[in-house]
């Protein structure tokens, strides 16, 4: 078992979260909202109506929860490699398709845990109103997460807290598979042969590029997910369902809807993900350090 996987991932995906958050609450606003038209005109718009916080909405949840669930990534990932290797026998190679599935085994393990918080932050990073109050501005639904969490399962149940998990593991397994199969096959062939590590230029142009290969997959998936998760909020439910979902917004809007997102989706990604393999890369070297095994 390696622990060592579940700790960096954590660290990777907390400083993940603070590098990309600005421009997440931005997708999240122009997948779900007409009022945004495009990326800039949604930036000018939040900075003069709630100022530079309306970006951070909903922070202090992703960053506890998402390092919870890069944890569970990461960790998912290295120990599926590791019983795959072992299935094949000793001293075997992981294959590409070792690769893909144990990605996709870590983003749908991920889900259990992660989907709460998804929900929560898109509810605030949606909710325009500035808390600076005035004649102009209603008074903001949620007062911040704990607070929505709370809300969300006394009007909504318990299951209220997992709406959208389906269309999120559909989003996330084949994104993650993705995203690894990218960094690995980069990381390699960018390596010469015989070094053990990657140079770090490497790691970062890989992280960064995976990020993107990732979100190309699941941006499409992530626009449903984000108008399931709001159905409902402001006025009656649209939708009855995943498909339903799928079905409206491709005949009321086309298919162009789908990727509205994807350029800042993979702007965000590139920078997020070369802090993210990083971080998780300087971690794990720490932690598996010869000096910590002697120690322990």
């Known amino acids: 078992m390696h622990f060592a996987d579940f700790l960096a991932g954590s660290v990777g995906g907390a400083c993940g979260v603070a590098v990309g958050y600005p421009l997440d609450t931005v997708k999240v606003r122009i997948q779900t909202q007409k009022q945004f038209t495009g990326i800039w005109q949604c930036i000018v718009m939040t900075v003069r109506k709630e100022g530079v ?3 951070f909405k909903g922070m202090a949840l992703p960053v506890t929860t998402i390092s919870l669930t890069s944890s569970v990534v990461f960790g998912t990932y290295r120990n599926c490699l590791q019983c795959l290797a072992q299935l094949r026998g000793i001293g075997a190679h992981n294959s590409k398709l070792d690769i893909f ?3 996709l085994a870590g983003g749908v393990a991920q889900i259990s845990v992660m989907s709460p918080g998804d929900l929560v932050k898109v509810r605030l990073q949606c909710q325009t ?4 109050g005035g004649m102009n501005h209603g ?3 949620y007062r911040g997460p704990i607070h929505c969490l709370l809300s969300i399962a006394k009007h909504e ?3 209220g807290l997992y709406r959208g998990a389906v269309p999120l593991a559909l989003r996330d397994g084949p994104s993650f598979a993705t995203y690894f199969l990218t960094y690995n096959t980069l990381c390699s062939r960018l390596t010469p042969a015989g070094q053990k590590e990657p140079e770090w230029s490497v790691v970062l142009l890989s992280g960064g590029v995976a990020g993107m290969a990732g979100w190309s997959v699941g941006t499409p998936m ?3 997910k984000a108008r399931l998760q709001l159905d409902g909020v402001r006025q009656d439910r649209r939708y009855r369902g995943l498909v339903h979902c799928v079905t409206e917004t491709l005949r009321n809007e086309g298919p162009g809807v789908f990727f509205r997102s994807l350029g800042i989706n993979c702007l965000r990604a ?4 070369m802090v993210v393999f990083a971080v998780y890369e300087v971690s794990v070297r720490v932690l598996r350090s010869p000096s910590l095994d002697q120690l322990s």
Not at 129 to 132: A, P
Not at 270 to 273: G, K, L
């Open 53 to 55: 916080h309306g970006f």
């Open 101 to 103: 599935l144990s990605g």
């Open 129 to 132: 109103e500035s808390k600076r």
């Open 139 to 141: 008074k903001p639904r």
């Open 157 to 159: 149940g318990v299951s």
């Open 222 to 224: 992530d626009v449903i």
């Open 270 to 273: 590139f920078p997020v993900n």
